[in-house]
């Protein structure tokens, strides 16, 4: 909900801060990586996301310290 557009679809206001939320690495695919679908699913839906590429550990992360140290990049991910 992090689009003005994508909340009024679910009937809510935009947050007032940006939501981040994790995916597990199972729910990305290449744009050419064979996908087998769960037994029973009769649709799938994808979205593209930002991801951020992390070049180390980052857990509990020290107060002042930038967080930004800790990404090597950011790219774009198909998530299924």
């Known amino acids: ?3 003005e557009k994508q909340a009024a679809e679910g009937g809510a ?3 007032k801060r940006i939501v981040f939320f994790l995916r597990p690495p199972h729910t ?4 050419d990586d064979d996908f087998c679908a769960p037994p029973g699913v ?4 994808w979205e593209v996301e930002l991801a951020i590429v992390f ?13 930004l140290d ?7 991910a198909n998530e299924l």
């Open 1 to 3: 909900m992090n689009y």
């Open 13 to 15: 206001q935009p947050p």
């Open 28 to 31: 990305f695919t290449g744009p």
């Open 42 to 45: 009769e649709k799938l839906d």
């Open 55 to 67: 070049g180390e550990t980052a857990r509990r992360i020290a107060s002042g310290a930038n967080p």
């Open 70 to 76: 800790y990404v090597m990049g950011f790219t774009a």
